[in-house]
T-cell receptor
Framework: DVKVTQSSRYLVKRTGEKVFLECVQD?????MFWYRQDPGLGLRLIYF???????EKGDIPEGYSVSREKKERFSLILESASTNQTSMYLC???????????????FGEGSWLTVV | QKEVEQDPGPLSVPEGAIVSLNCTYS??????FMWYRQYSRKGPELLMY????GNKEDGRFTAQVDKSSKYISLFIRDSQPSDSATYLC????????FGAGTRLTVKP
């Protein structure tokens, strides 16, 4: 089975703090993704990466950055957390390269971030 | 207009009922069609995956794709309380687009 592991399930951070969300996948997938999920807004893509050290902006990249130093690991960084970044963050991975079609993606369990 | 439209519900049915969940889409380039199930405070899990038009069955679940109408469906037969979850449709070609999710409750 595909395993996407998000290291932190529940976090509470203060406004202005730097926040790191870590994600590891064990299936040698090329593509990795970060989404946020909010009631009424559904899943929104923040960033994705199709290779080590490569990154592409998604639909809502503002206020976020990412890092992919190893194929299996994809980190989401909130440089200066704000209350409007309180949300559920989902990491995902897939085995197809962008441009060759993305047919399925597999999600982690999610990280619930509250910024106070 | 959103690329993928999905009625958010909520949908409440008695145990044993047949459930029909639907999505419409506007981009005819989509080739892959998926349904995800998401339990409360969990990540979405892949339930069904189909390519192109037609039906695919897996146990009590049937996924149906009608590309000419840009319409996909998920049917759940003999629904169980354990099926209570939010169901997300998704479709892709070069990137993935999700519906907003339909919240389903199956009452014992």
């Amino acid at each position: 089975d595909v395993k996407v592991t998000q290291s932190s399930r529940y976090l509470v951070k203060r406004t202005g703090e730097k926040v790191f969300l870590e994600c590891v996948q064990d299936m040698d997938h090329e593509n990795m993704f970060w989404y946020r999920q909010d009631p009424g807004l559904g899943l929104r893509l923040i960033y994705f990466s199709y290779d080590v050290k490569m990154k592409e902006k998604g639909d809502i990249p503002e206020g976020y950055s990412v890092s992919r130093e190893k194929k299996e690991r994809f980190s989401l960084i909130l440089e200066s957390a704000s209350t409007n970044q309180t949300s559920m963050y989902l990491c995902a991975s897939s085995f197809r390269r962008v441009g060759q079609g993305v047919n399925t993606i597999y999600f982690g369990e999610g990280s619930w971030l509250t910024v106070v | 207009q959103k690329e993928v439209e999905q009625d958010p519900g909520p949908l409440s049915v008695p145990e044993g009922a047949i459930v029909s969940l639907n999505c419409t889409y506007s981009n005819s380039a989509f080739q892959y069609f998926m349904w995800y199930r998401q339990y409360s405070r969990k990540g979405p899990e892949l339930l069904m995956y189909t390519y192109s038009s037609g039906n695919k069955e897996d146990g009590r679940f049937t996924a149906q794709v009608d590309k000419s109408s840009k319409y996909i469906s998920l049917f759940i037969r003999d629904s169980q309380p354990s099926d209570s979850a939010t169901y997300l449709c998704a479709m892709s070609r070069n990137d993935m687009r999700f519906g907003a999710g339909t919240r389903l409750t199956v009452k014992p």
